[in-house]
């Protein structure tokens, strides 16, 4: 089930209209008007211009660092001589910010990326940051799955990833979607986006139990099967296993609890202490601040220091 519609997944990591090329007939619209709404850098260079190959993928690396304060605009002055010839520029590198559609700054060669980073700082400093916005745009995402409509949910998360795909909370919320929707193969694509260095993520790592919690409850069977196997033997411990795991795939957490919580009152040793591990998987699974996970953690700690 494809919850949304992305191929195999968010790969972008650079917003479409971040970092572009202008030309004479463009430039008013590319800088002049998008500078209203936030400053742009116009780069000015030429094909043949040894210190603009330099300054570009350095610019290039701050201005995507920067997440959307700030766009870059990048002008062949050979091609378009006429606006560089208007503004007086009679050397490049040179690269001019743009602020409410006026110049506003600039600097001249290729300066190190610490230069340029200052320059950016300084351009927009005081401007909110687009942190905050990402930040509101999750929190919409975590209401809308609150709120039992993982679509759209997924729709936001991937929103997220279209501008930064290596969000952490964005790709771990979509790939919970994508478990929630039962679409197990597009959550593995979602969270093999994720760097290895950051797989032990409390978010992805939450995630990544509840995908393998998935798997294990396709193979245990049908719910009604193992509740008339249970009904029939109370002691058939692994029947009542089972059963928690083909319960919390289906979203009845509580009860899940109550059977493992059954197994480890009635024999804490069985399969090697296996009831309390795999209510512990759940926890970890649900979050701390679940209701379930609250109210099994106390029952589980009754039950152990009784």
């Known amino acids: 089930m494809t919850i949304v519609e992305q191929g195999t997944g968010p790969a972008a990591t650079t917003p479409p209209d971040l970092i572009k090329d202008t030309t004479t007939q463009t430039f008013v619209k590319d800088v002049i008007e998008e500078s209203k709404r936030q400053p742009v850098l116009i780069d000015f260079w030429a094909p043949w211009c ?7 993928p350095v610019i290039e690396k701050a201005v995507r660092a920067a997440k959307g304060r700030v766009k870059l605009v990048k002008m062949n002055i050979d091609e378009h001589p006429a ?21 506003a700054d600039g600097f001249m060669g290729a300066v190190p990326e610490s230069q340029v980073t200052a320059f950016i700082d300084k351009l927009t400093q005081g401007m909110p940051s687009p942190e905050d916005d990402v ?24 929103e997220v990833l279209g501008v930064d795909a290596t969000n952490l909370t964005a790709l771990a919320g979509l790939a919970r979607c994508y478990v929630s929707a039962g679409a197990l193969e597009q959550a593995k694509q979602t969270l093999a986006m994720v760097p290895e260095s950051k797989r032990s993520d409390a978010a992805i790592s939450a995630v990544q139990t509840m995908l393998d919690l998935a798997e294990q409850a396709k193979a245990v069977g049908p719910v009604t099967e193992l509740e008339q196997k ?41 399969d090697d202490d296996g009831a309390r591990k795999k209510l512990v998987q759940f926890f970890e699974a649900w979050g701390p601040d679940d209701d379930a996970t609250v109210d099994g953690r106390k029952r589980l700690s009754t039950i152990l220091f009784s």
């Not at 040894?50 to 570009?56: E, R, S």
């Not at 560089?84 to 559609?101: C, K, R």
């Open 230 to 270: 249970v009904a029939a033997n109370p002691l058939d411990h692994q029947s009542r296993f089972d059963l928690a795991v083909a319960l919390n795939a289906s979203g009845k957490r509580s009860e899940a609890a109550g059977h493992l919580l059954d197994i480890v009152k009635r024999d804490r040793k069985w």
């Open 135 to 158: 930040t509101l745009i999750l929190n919409e995402a975590e209401a809308a799955m609150a709120a039992g409509d993982p679509a759209t949910a997924a729709s936001i998360y991937a």
């Open 83 to 103: 606006i560089p010839g208007q503004m007086g520029i009679q050397s490049i590198p040179a690269v001019i910010a743009f602020v409410n559609g006026q110049p």
């Open 50 to 56: 040894g210190p603009c190959k330099q300054l570009t």
